[in-house]
């Protein structure tokens, strides 16, 4: 079945960007609608943003105007820039195909 492996997670400061990296297995990365969700500390899982097979985006409104998602073919890879970073924003990030998940990987926004 298929894999999602992120990265790129880590420390910023707020203002600063941190850009995500999702690797997708081949069998699932061109099928499906790929999407980032995010879980903040003590709280539920929250979409931030999507793309289609087609690259048609779209972002929950709290993240709209500072997130851009893009997909890399050759690649298999799912791309999330972060920027103008809020402390609000810390949450552990993962993706997923809305059948399997990835692990996540932390970011920390401090103030």
């Known amino acids: 079945q298929g894999w999602l492996v992120e990265s790129g997670g880590g420390l910023a400061q707020a203002g600063e960007s941190v850009r995500l990296s999702c690797v997708v297995s081949?069998?699932?990365?061109?099928?499906?609608?790929l999407q980032w969700w995010r879980q903040p500390p003590g709280k539920q899982r929250e979409f931030v943003a999507s793309?289609?097979?087609?690259?048609?985006?779209n972002y929950s409104d709290s993240v709209m105007g500072r997130f851009i998602i893009s997909r890399d073919n050759p690649r298999n890879t799912v791309y999330l820039q972060m920027n103008d970073l809020k402390p609000e924003d810390t949450a552990v990030y993962s993706c997923?195909?809305?059948?399997?998940w990835g692990r996540g990987t932390q970011v920390t926004v401090s103030s």
């Open positions: 997923t195909n809305g059948r399997n």
């Open positions: 081949p069998d699932i990365f061109l099928r499906y609608t």
């Open positions: 793309i289609t097979p087609g690259e048609s985006p």
